[in-house]
């Protein structure tokens, strides 16, 4: 972390990151870990679950939007988290709560079936290079596990800038018995996700932005 991060941290991160046991990573997530989102809001609420929010540009702005919402964001990346911290505190943000852990584990661990009403994967790591492919967040691991938390109507929102892994994604989700592609296809930009960084130098780069939307089927 730089010292603007460092400084974030130990002011907020008592506040707003959730502490898990581990396993033998500091990513990982103990296989016996439970969390009652109920008693860490201080509320009962809606769940969404945003998977690698790096900075928090989309994370912080959509649940300032949704103050009904308890939001959790599951990301490896403490410097990331940090930063995401120094946002939460500018904008007065209370319904967020931070997991520095692998997205996958927390979901299948610390979300219980049918408990989720949200998961966004926006931008995850496209794995460029074909023998890197199988890394790529979005597959049928997740759908089947996204599957068995989201309530029924739930939905699963998801952007890429990389259109082979778009591909890959509505693919594998529109194949998936549990989901319904919203829109039969292609999703319209979600109004509310706000133009980042990262989505504004894909932009830059020449490359389209893929928005889809599935539901969860009863």
């Known amino acids: 972390m730089n010292a603007s991060q460092e400084k974030a941290w130990d002011a907020h991160a008592e506040r707003w990151v959730v502490a898990v046991p581990q396993r033998e990573t500091s990513t990982s997530i103990a296989e016996d870990a439970s969390v009652d989102w ?12 945003e998977i ?6 989309s994370l912080v702005a959509l649940a300032e939007r949704r103050p009904d919402a308890n939001v959790v964001a599951f990301e490896v990346f403490e410097p990331a988290v940090a930063s995401t911290l120094s946002r939460l505190a500018r904008h007065g943000v209370g319904n967020v709560r931070l997991v520095v852990a692998n997205g996958a584990e927390g ?16 931008f995850p790591d496209p794995w460029h290079k074909a023998r890197h492919h199988k890394r790529r967040l979005v597959g049928p691991e997740l759908a ?30 529109d194949g998936h018995p549990a989901f319904e592609n919203v ?13 980042t960084k990262y989505e504004a130098r894909g932009t830059a780069a020449g490359r389209g932005i893929h928005d889809l939307t599935y539901r969860r089927r009863p």
């Open 52 to 57: 690698g929010p790096g900075r928090g540009e």
């Open 38 to 49: 109920d008693a860490v809001f201080g509320r009962h609420a809606p769940l969404v679950v």
């Open 144 to 173: 089947d596990l996204a599957a068995s938390r989201l309530e029924p109507g739930g939905l699963w929102r998801l952007a890429t800038d990389w259109e082979d892994y778009a591909e890959h994604m509505r693919a594998t989700l």
């Open 183 to 195: 829109h039969g296809g292609w999703a319209p930009r979600w109004e509310e996700r706000p133009v």
């Open 107 to 122: 979901l299948e661990r610390l979300v219980p079936p049918g408990g989720l009403r949200e998961l966004w994967t926006f």
